[in-house]
């Protein structure tokens, strides 16, 4: 839990509180390992009847490369809108006969006041994982190289073996010419 109190935002339309702080999640998710604080560039903007979180957070993030198996820190830069509603306003919303659209989605401003930014952090951290992340422009892929090392070797010594075939035959040849 991040909580943020937001009663005086909620009273004033059009009010916006900043969150530039270097965060640290409670709880550690399974699906990342950060090596640092997350570093956060929020505005908190107050619309009537829910709450708009906005802004940028940095994570970095320890992943394994995909080529060479490495362990590595990834800097993620992140990007993050969301919405917060009363319960009560999100309830209305389901109740609604008609299909929920994309914008229907968001989290809830506590009965106390308050919001958890904790999860829209993680979830968009999650979001933003790299599916096949690179140590470094040069990593070479151990195993793949080795493949196909093996493969050209193969390849390359039918040719050596078919040209040397060729070139003793010439050879023969032109010693016979001789
Ligand atoms: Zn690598």
């Known amino acids: 839990m991040y909580k ?21 999640l409670e709880e550690e998710s399974e699906d990342f390992v950060l ?14 009847d829910s709450l708009l979180l906005k802004g940028s957070v940095l994570a970095t993030v320890q992943v394994s490369c995909a080529r060479c198996g490495k362990d590595f820190e990834q800097d993620l830069p992140i990007n993050i809108e969301e919405v917060y509603k009363k319960e009560s306003e999100i309830l209305h919303f389901d109740d609604r006969d ?11 401003i506590e009965d106390d006041n308050t919001i958890d930014i904790e999860e829209v952090l993680r979830q968009n951290i999650i979001m933003a994982l790299p599916i096949k992340p690179i140590c470094s422009i040069n990593c070479t892929p151990v195993q793949a190289s080795f493949g196909e ?12 073996l078919l040209e040397n075939k060729k070139g003793s035959e010439n050879g023969c040849t032109k010693e016979k010419n001789k």
């Open 4 to 24: 943020i109190p937001v009663s005086e935002l909620l009273e004033e339309v059009g009010s916006i509180k900043e969150i530039a702080e270097a965060i640290t």
């Open 98 to 108: 008609r299909e929920l659209g994309a914008e229907d989605l968001c989290f809830v």
């Open 149 to 160: 090392l093996k493969k050209g070797n193969a390849l390359s010594g039918l040719k050596d």
């Open 35 to 48: 090596t640092k604080p997350l570093k956060t560039k929020l505005s908190l903007i107050s619309l009537k």
